[in-house]
């Protein structure tokens, strides 16, 4: 079965600062999706960044970026430059290809401090 | 495109009744999702569907759940006699089959049972 884990229930970083968010997963698959959504207090699920696991090159878009380590089944979230706005929860998910379900681990509720 | 579209965004009833959640999709998309959030159990699967058909409603906690999909811009979750302890943030989520499984999420229903 699939799980997803992150390990960092809280973290705070100071804004303009760096945060890496941590999430391992287990998957018995070889094909399969990473994503990592971001919910704000007004519980909107928003998604950041997508990795699909056939790619070794790690995913980026603009100040987020992940390292994708496979054989580690690792997949943390870096945030660059970090703004007020990034105050969230922030959720690891995984799916198998062809449109499954979603796994999702417990969350990491991220502050970001000015 | 309005992205998905729930209805109620919120829902306070009392034990004994029914409840019915709606979801209205992302056109042309072919997955549907149900997810359920609470804190205890985080994020979970209810059920799902592919084209209106249900393919797994492995997660409905029971048989007071139920879940339709009449056409592809409408579905339901019912929940009848609802209890307390279904008090949650009911989210639908949507995907498009040759877009690897990136679902883009409705802004979620938060259910209160009395």
């Known amino acids: 079965a699939q799980t997803v884990t992150q390990s960092q229930p809280e973290m705070s970083v100071q804004e303009a600062e760096t945060v890496t968010l941590s999430c391992t997963y287990d998957?018995?698959?070889?094909?399969?999706?990473l994503f990592w959504y971001k919910q704000p207090p007004s519980r909107q699920m928003i998604l950041v960044i997508r990795?699909?696991?056939?790619?070794?090159q790690n995913a980026t878009e603009n100040r987020f970026s992940v390292n994708f380590q496979k054989a580690a089944k690792s997949f943390s979230l870096k945030i660059s430059d970090s703004q007020l706005g990034d105050t969230a929860m922030y959720f690891c998910?995984?799916?198998?290809?062809?449109?499954?379900?979603?796994?999702f681990g417990k969350g990491t509720r991220l502050s970001v401090i000015a | 495109d309005a992205g998905v579209i729930q209805s109620p965004r919120h829902e306070v009833t009392e034990m004994g009744q029914e409840v019915t959640l709606r979801c209205k999709p992302i056109s042309g998309h072919d997955y549907l999702f149900w997810y359920r959030q609470t804190m205890m159990r985080g994020l979970e699967l209810l059920i799902y569907?592919?084209?209106?058909?249900?393919?797994?409603d492995s997660g409905m906690p029971e048989d007071r759940f139920s879940a339709k999909m009449p056409n592809a811009s409408f579905s339901t979750l019912k929940i009848q006699p609802s209890e307390p302890r279904d008090s949650a943030v009911y989210f639908c989520?949507?995907?498009?089959?040759?877009?690897?499984?990136?679902?883009?999420f409705g802004p979620g229903t938060r259910l209160t049972v009395l």
């Open positions: 998910a995984q799916g198998e290809a062809g449109n499954t379900p979603l796994v």
């Open positions: 998957t018995s698959e070889n094909n399969y999706y």
């Open positions: 990795q699909e696991a056939y790619k070794q």
């Open positions: 569907f592919n084209n209106n058909v249900p393919i797994d």
């Open positions: 989520a949507s995907s498009l089959a040759r877009a690897g499984n990136e679902q883009f």
